[in-house]
């Protein structure tokens, strides 16, 4: 080939190259960029959808369609699937507020990081493109309909999350009704040359485990670790449980590495617990650790005995601080001091004040004192005349007598108890012979009031028993496909999180200078005998005698003794009457039919959906 041929291939060799880069560039290139752009978008959806099931169907179903919170799916109250570019962009500004801060006044939480909450702006994006991402043919929802692509896969996702959702029946176990009772503290403590089971063992140290039929001389427990008590190792090596399970003749197999005990039915098989409602003997002389809110009667009625048998015993009455039998407890051990206090190193102003039940304020005042103060140790400080020391860990009388100026001996008296007495951070009385402590544990009904959308029917319809079945403390449970996650939380949005949106639109109109505050109803001149309320979306509707109402303005008058009927439409709402929620939440198609016997004035509001209102005077 001469010169001149090579020339002429190369250059049409390089026009050629140059033509396809400029095809591919003005080709290839949108199209691969296209294609790119919608594969993120995608994938973002997807995420979003994942973050949904997560953290969102709690309140607003697993696919959007409502719970106590709107509906974020469909047309219903606002098209978010709409694709018309101004709608679109309206409906995302509408969304990145709503996540980001919350609404004031309701459910819905500040979700951005910077806000307090757990996502931060790309996740939020997510989420926005989960919920405008169009209905497409190709992607059906459970009854075979269209939906989007986003909504598709979140519900994969919650069917997922529910069957790998382990819950299980809560209650007493062994291990838990010998913690409340202190159970095997003084049998390890016996066992070891009645050592003082809250002192710290060296690590190294060998300690002897109680005998148990299993191990009749007992055995040997090597402390690998600081800060071990007896205290601890009998709970943890399950001592108290196992003088629980020999003391009532239940059958056991115990596993020594892990330290657990299974129990056992006839035939020698694990079951999974004791049952709700069964009785067990507890040791003579069984110590109680109070737990506050606990009263006399409640604590009488959980071991079969009477409340004069618990309040009656030994030094109960003195120890629980009362003899009435309904008063609520206290779980704290707190004490009679002299009305001085001697400042130990590292005191602050702050801690000595709630040591002592006394508003930092208060103390501050009556010692002249600021905030700032830092007292210095020895510094001696008033106390009021009323003041009662709550004993800390590691506490003794002698070292409580010493740091209020007295002694041992006078503290005793000051509290009617004996100086050889141990004190303990806890409130820990002394029981009668107990032969029928009462197993408490929980029915479907109890379980399904802490999961989102669920009845104890269709709990017990997915694990194949009655709703009313009463089951092992332990047993596991399968949730129902529709179920919606954990029960929604009900702490409301104070509205801090966005100045621009931190009261309510109907809070802000009230405001003086603003607006006027909404008149207050007055009750119809004509009673109403036949009175239904139903629940929409986000609204009471009143029908008083056929006639109907105005969402949420619906005002009427009855009679002593009328029933008024309510029936759920959508979503999931609360009967709260004057602040106060009657029984359950309505869902589904629910009805409810409540009786006003007392002249009154009564508005009926949702705790989710603060908007809904009814006013009801009877007379």
């Not at 206290?330 to 702050?350: C, F, H, I, N, T």
């Not at 603003?514 to 008149?519: A, C, L």
Request: net charge negative; charged share 20%; aromatic share 6%.
């Amino acid at each position: 080939m001469n010169t001149q041929k090579q020339i002429i291939l190369i250059v049409t060799l390089f026009f050629v190259f140059v033509g396809s880069c400029a095809a591919y560039a003005v080709v290839d290139l949108p199209i691969r960029a296209q294609d790119q752009a919608e594969w993120h978008h995608s994938q973002s959806i997807e995420r979003g959808a994942l973050l949904f099931a997560n953290n969102c169907r709690t309140c607003h179903g697993n696919v959007g369609e409502r719970g106590v919170g709107p509906a974020v799916n469909g047309a219903s109250t606002r098209d978010f699937q709409n694709q018309d570019p101004l709608i679109l962009k309206n409906n995302k500004a509408l969304l990145k507020r709503t996540l980001a801060c919350g609404r004031a006044g309701t459910l819905m939480p500040a979700w951005l990081n910077t806000n307090g909450g757990a996502f931060n702006e790309r996740q939020i994006d997510h989420l926005i493109d989960l919920i405008t991402s169009p209905v497409e043919e190709k992607y059906k929802d459970e009854e075979g309909n269209p939906t989007s692509e986003g909504w598709f896969y979140a519900l994969e996702f919650a069917h997922n999350l529910n069957h790998e959702t382990a819950i299980s029946v809560g209650g007493d176990t062994l291990n838990t009704i010998a913690t409340a009772h202190l159970l095997g503290l003084a049998e390890i403590s016996a066992a070891n040359g009645n050592r003082d089971p809250y002192a710290v063992i060296e690590r190294g140290d060998k300690i002897k485990l109680p005998a148990t039929k299993a191990h009749p001389e007992g055995r040997t427990y090597l402390i690998r670790q600081d800060n071990e008590t007896l205290a601890k190792i009998a709970e943890s090596q399950s001592v108290g449980a196992l003088i629980l399970a020999e003391l009532n003749g239940l059958p056991y197999k115990f596993d020594e590495k892990a330290a657990k005990i299974t129990l056992l039915n006839a035939e020698g098989q694990e079951i999974p617990g004791l049952f709700p409602g069964d009785t067990l003997k507890l040791p003579d002389n069984t110590r109680y650790v109070v737990k506050t809110g606990d009263t006399i009667e409640s604590i009488a009625t959980a071991h079969g005995l009477r409340p004069a048998d618990v309040s009656g015993n030994g030094n109960n009455a003195k120890l629980l601080g009362t003899t009435d039998q309904t008063k609520a407890l206290e779980g704290e051990r707190k004490l009679k001091v002299p009305s001085v206090y001697v400042v130990q190193p590292g005191d602050a102003v702050a801690t000595i004040a709630s040591q002592h039940g006394i508003p930092a304020a208060d103390f501050q005042g009556l010692n002249g004192l600021t905030a700032e103060t830092v007292p210095g140790a020895g510094q001696e400080l008033k106390l009021p005349a009323d003041a009662r020391y709550t004993v800390q860990p590691g506490d003794t009388l002698a070292s409580i007598a010493e740091h209020h100026k007295t002694t041992a001996a006078e503290l005793a008296k000051l509290n009617e108890i004996s100086e050889s007495d141990a004190v303990t951070p806890q409130v820990v009385i002394t029981l009668p012979k107990v032969d029928k402590y009462g197993v408490k544990g929980q029915n479907l009904d109890d379980i399904a009031k802490t999961l989102s959308n669920v009845t104890a029917a269709e709990l017990g319809e997915a694990n194949g028993v009655p709703a009313t079945a009463v089951l092992r403390i332990g047993q596991a449970l399968v949730l129902p496909t529709t179920a919606q996650g954990s029960a929604p939380p009900d702490a409301r949005n104070p509205g801090t999180a966005c100045g621009e949106h931190a009261v309510p639109d109907a809070v802000f109109k009230t405001r003086p200078g603003v607006g006027t505050p909404e008149p207050v109803a007055t009750p119809p001149a004509e009673q109403a005998k036949d009175v239904t309320i139903t629940s929409g979306a986000n609204d009471f509707t009143v029908t008083a005698d056929g006639t109907k109402s105005e969402m949420n303005k619906g005002v009427v008058s009855i009679a002593k003794g009328t029933a008024v009927k309510f029936v759920n439409q959508v979503g999931i709402h609360t009967i709260t009457v004057n602040g106060t929620k009657d029984n359950g939440d309505l869902k589904g198609t629910d009805t409810r039919t409540l009786t006003f016997a007392n002249a009154g004035t009564f508005k009926i509001t949702c705790d989710y959906h603060p908007a809904m209102l009814a006013t009801i005077f009877v007379q």
